[in-house]
């Protein structure tokens, strides 16, 4: 067998000469790292490998098997066991579970590593897929969003903006030191929705991810954002997209300008100290759970539903473009969907703009007919 071929068995375990001291650990051990050091070669994140790897080796102990000895009903057992709470595990995570075990039983069963007859002769057993299409969760686009999740309707919007400005002017009128915090909070919530980003996406933004738009100069440098922090594939890294500033969310440049005058600077020290859109009071910048943890607070405040997180400002993005009349292919791209059936998750357009849309095709298929009849 060539050692060329990343991931192989490796020659010190292929000696006949030497004598394998606990080799079902060796041989287990083996086969991670040559999985771990497959996945850097097909150009996987060091972030996405290591909890694959941890995984693997957290079900290695939950059978008490080796992979050359693993059944489906092992798996089935291990994704089927409640959490320690005695609820049962998340739909994602059973997901997440079945990705992962399978891709590495894939790799120990694919011919070219060699893993299936090494075990074969030394264990008189070989690895096997233990992972299908019939005894794993399957994602599809009914399931993959859960039903709770739904877009703001605008009148929630206005309740959620009201509150956090008002209270912006209660703790500045106050004296409160709190107020530069707040002011921050609210106007990240706004560029949110004004943008149609995710949580990771919103907390890495920085001040040059902005620039113009030469087709709209009226945007000045707020005509469009890169994001470089989007949600990648399985195993790839960040994905870069540029996303639009639309006349439906025009009033993001004067919030924009106005959040990097001179008093940003001096309610943020430290904001100096690189170019993070975001800073807080002790970081250049806020932390991944900033704005998550400071949405809640806000949204119950309000009074508003506790079904309303963060990331339904996105799916508020979606909706009302379509509901605009944004074509959904421009939609897909603005939000940086690979698919157009993900973007169709996120749309929960209003009774009253469906009614509309009838209303609409019924006058054009009116004017068709009599088009019809006058010919």
């Known amino acids: ?87 049962p595990r998340a739909k994602a995570t059973m997901r997440a579970y079945s990705g992962t075990i399978g891709e590495f039983c894939s790799y120990t069963t694919n011919p070219a590593y060699g893993w299936v007859g090494y075990c074969a002769a030394t264990f008189d057993d070989h690895p096997a897929q233990i992972v299908f299409e019939w005894n794993s969760p399957h994602h599809t686009a009914d399931n993959a969003v859960p039903s709770s999740r739904r877009a703001f309707s605008h009148k929630e919007l206005q309740m959620l903006f009201d509150y956090v400005d008002d209270a912006v002017d209660r703790e500045h009128a106050a004296g409160s030191k709190r107020w530069s915090s707040l002011l921050r909070d609210s106007v990240a919530f706004k560029i949110c929705y004004a943008f149609g980003l995710r949580r990771r996406e919103l907390s890495m933004l920085e001040v040059v991810d902005f620039g113009p738009n030469p087709y709209v ?70 932390g991944l759970s900033t704005f998550g943890n400071a949405f809640v607070k806000v949204r119950d405040r309000a009074g508003l539903p506790k079904k309303l997180g963060l990331h339904c400002l996105r799916h508020s993005y979606v909706t009302h473009l379509l509901e605009a009349g944004y074509d959904p292919t421009f939609v897909q791209t603005q939000v940086g969907h690979q698919n157009a059936s993900t973007t169709g998750l996120y749309t929960s357009v209003s009774a009253d703009f469906k009614q509309k849309e009838v209303q609409r095709m019924i006058l054009q298929r009116t004017a068709q007919l009599q088009e019809g009849r006058d010919a």
Do not use: H
């Open 217 to 286: 100069p009226d945007y000045g440098t707020f005509g469009a954002l890169t994001v470089r922090w989007g949600k990648g594939t399985a195993g790839s890294g960040p994905r870069r997209r540029t996303v639009l500033t639309v006349p439906e969310f025009d009033w993001a440049v004067p919030l924009l300008e106005s959040w990097l005058s001179p008093g940003r600077r001096d309610s943020f020290p430290k904001a100096e100290a690189g170019m993070a859109l975001w800073p807080s009071e002790r970081q250049s910048r806020v």
């Open 1 to 87: 067998m060539s050692e060329r071929v990343v991931g192989s068995v490796p020659r010190s375990l292929r000696d006949p000469s030497i004598q394998l001291f606990r080799a079902e650990e060796r041989v287990f051990e083996a086969m991670v790292e040559g999985w771990r050091t497959q996945m850097l070669a097909k150009g996987s994140e060091v972030s996405t490998i290591k909890p694959k790897l941890a995984l693997v080796k957290r079900f290695q102990e939950y059978t008490g098997t080796y992979p050359w000895e693993w059944s489906p009903v092992d798996y089935e057992e291990f994704v089927a066991e409640p959490k320690s709470n005695g609820e």
